[in-house]
């Protein structure tokens, strides 16, 4: 089992940032390939960034490309979510999410199927 703790949401300006992180504890984090997904209110939850267990490789949905970094730190269990250049249409709940190790490689990483781990969510609204 892993833990997931998300936080780092909160109330900003179009234009700012801001950085999620993604505590996880329980089984071996740094063996588990992980993402960042959100959900805004009427839609279904969709990908934002996923990552590599080593953190070599990152993939992202388009709407965020060149805006938004995913990076992880797997010496201290954690994940992080670098937002520049916010935008109204960012403003959703944030969910990190994670692969068991059991599983083999990641294939589809854009979905949410892919993952067996998920946080509570923290908030972004994004101001115009």
């Known amino acids: 089992q892993v833990q997931l703790v998300e936080s780092g949401g909160g109330l900003v300006q179009a234009g700012g940032s801001l950085k999620l992180s993604c505590a996880a504890s329980g089984r071996t984090f740094s063996s588990s390939a992980a993402a960042w997904f959100r959900q805004a209110p009427g839609k279904e939850r969709g990908i934002v960034a996923s990552?590599?267990?080593?953190?070599?490789?990152?993939f992202y949905a388009d709407s965020v490309k060149g805006r938004f970094t995913i990076s992880r730190d797997n010496a201290k269990n954690t994940m992080y979510l670098h937002m520049n250049n916010l935008k109204p249409e960012d403003t959703a709940v944030y969910y990190c999410?994670?692969?068991?190790?059991?599983?083999?490689?990641?294939?589809?990483?854009?979905?949410?199927?892919?993952?067996?781990?998920w946080g509570q969510g923290t908030q972004v609204t994004v101001s115009s």
């Open positions: 990552i590599t267990r080593s953190g070599a490789y990152t």
């Open positions: 999410a994670a692969r068991s190790d059991l599983r083999g490689s990641l294939d589809k990483w854009w979905s949410s199927g892919e993952y067996d781990y």
